[in-house]
């Protein structure tokens, strides 16, 4: 599912309001692909990924701290060979 601009800036401000550095960098996205594949006039696999990303950047002192989370669910289908109506 999607992040609304709602969530994502809820989950910016819960992250920025753990940090203590001197600077700080968030940046939240997310992402929905899908994709379907035929052959013989009929589709043989679909599959769908959601993907959300989450980049924190601090700064203390003139050094930099970085970490980047990234959470993804995946769905594949396949067909039964063309049975199901």
Do not use: C
């Amino acid at each position: 599912m999607l992040l609304s601009e709602k969530d994502a800036r809820a989950l910016t401000e819960k992250l920025l309001s753990y940090v203590k550095a001197d600077d700080a960098v968030i940046g939240v996205g997310s992402e929905n692909y899908s994709h379907l594949r035929f052959a013989a006039n009929a589709f043989t696999t679909s599959g769908a990924r959601e993907n959300t990303t989450v980049g924190v950047t601090v700064w203390i002192d003139r050094k930099r701290g970085s970490v980047l989370h990234q959470r993804s669910r995946r769905r594949l289908a396949q067909s039964d060979g063309g049975t199901s109506p």
